[in-house]
């Protein structure tokens, strides 16, 4: 049996036309009867690397009895010259998070995942502290289960105060190794005992994985990586995937 959180990820490929330009990680949140993929912002535009794909593929499963059958699948970015994705910003500016919706008629028959719902978001009775280990769930350099087409998970912790804006942007930091490719990927902890809008998935959605954080005035030979990465708060998909 494959375990539901590593059938809430998919690998995203970036395309232009039919050219391949970048890989990313991408996770499905389902709010009243829509289906949302949810990624890292800069997947779907960054100006700053002239990165400017007109559509993603991602990967699906197609039989909940072989989860080796997947199929591709093709979400377009732009209807009408306009782009299509959702977007964040706070009062800090951009929110390197978006959502896009997927056609739930589009997908192919007997389609198989597991999707996050704002009962996975942190509840207020809940509590994060620091050390809190996590779970990021991705596609680091595109490697995967090649055979089953399920992501690899890596192990973090929460490496600031979570709730606490960090450096007062909408995003705490994360402990643990991480490469290109996991940008978009989901972060979830065990926080306390599943409620039953979580038995089939019992995870907390804590955030979405961006990048590694690093510092600009680290010596590139003498000082190692921080090994720290920015995760921005999953609450963002409540104004997202608003109506």
């Given at each position: 049996?494959?375990?539901p959180?590593?059938?809430t990820a998919?690998?995203?490929?970036?395309?232009?036309?039919q050219q391949r330009l970048?890989?990313?990680?991408?996770?499905?949140f389902?709010?009243?009867d829509?289906?949302?993929?949810?990624?890292?912002?800069?997947?779907?535009h960054?100006?700053p690397?002239?990165?400017?794909?007109?559509?993603?593929?991602?990967?699906?499963h197609?039989?909940?009895?072989?989860?080796?059958?997947?199929?591709?699948?093709?979400?377009?970015l732009?209807r009408?010259?306009?782009?299509?994705w959702?977007?964040?910003v706070?009062?800090?500016?951009?929110?390197?998070v978006?959502?896009?919706?997927?056609?739930?008629?589009?997908?192919?028959?007997?389609v198989?995942l597991y999707?996050f719902?704002?009962?996975?978001?942190?509840g207020?009775?809940?509590t994060?502290?620091?050390?809190t280990?996590?779970?990021i769930v991705g596609?680091?350099?595109g490697f995967?289960?090649?055979?089953?087409?399920?992501?690899v998970?890596?192990h973090a912790i929460?490496?600031?105060s979570?709730?606490?804006?960090?450096?007062?942007?909408?995003?705490f930091?994360t402990d643990?190794?991480t490469?290109?490719?996991?940008?978009?990927?989901p972060?979830?902890?065990?926080?306390?005992?599943?409620?039953?809008?979580?038995l089939?998935?019992?995870?907390?959605?804590?955030g979405v994985h961006a990048t590694?954080?690093?510092v600009?005035s680290?010596?590139?030979?003498s000082?190692?990586?921080?090994g720290?990465?920015?995760?921005?708060?999953?609450d963002i998909l409540?104004t997202l995937?608003?109506s």
């Amino acid at each position: 049996m494959i375990e539901p959180i590593l059938l809430t990820a998919s690998p995203i490929s970036t395309l232009y036309g039919q050219q391949r330009l970048t890989q990313a990680t991408g996770f499905f949140f389902e709010r009243d009867d829509r289906l949302f993929l949810v990624t890292s912002q800069h997947v779907f535009h960054d100006a700053p690397s002239d990165h400017f794909p007109d559509r993603v593929e991602i990967e699906l499963h197609t039989d909940s009895e072989n989860v080796a059958a997947s199929t591709g699948f093709s979400i377009p970015l732009y209807r009408n010259g306009q782009s299509v994705w959702r977007q964040g910003v706070d009062t800090a500016g951009e929110i390197d998070v978006a959502a896009i919706e997927i056609d739930r008629d589009a997908l192919p028959a007997n389609v198989t995942l597991y999707a996050f719902t704002p009962h996975h978001l942190l509840g207020e009775k809940e509590t994060v502290d620091v050390g809190t280990p996590a779970l990021i769930v991705g596609f680091p350099l595109g490697f995967r289960d090649w055979l089953h087409h399920v992501p690899v998970v890596r192990h973090a912790i929460v490496a600031s105060s979570f709730g606490l804006r960090f450096q007062g942007e909408g995003y705490f930091l994360t402990d643990g190794r991480t490469h290109r490719g996991s940008s978009g990927a989901p972060v979830v902890a065990a926080v306390g005992e599943p409620g039953p809008d979580r038995l089939a998935l019992p995870w907390v959605l804590l955030g979405v994985h961006a990048t590694r954080l690093d510092v600009g005035s680290r010596d590139l030979e003498s000082d190692e990586a921080l090994g720290l990465n920015c995760a921005w708060y999953a609450d963002i998909l409540l104004t997202l995937t608003a109506s």
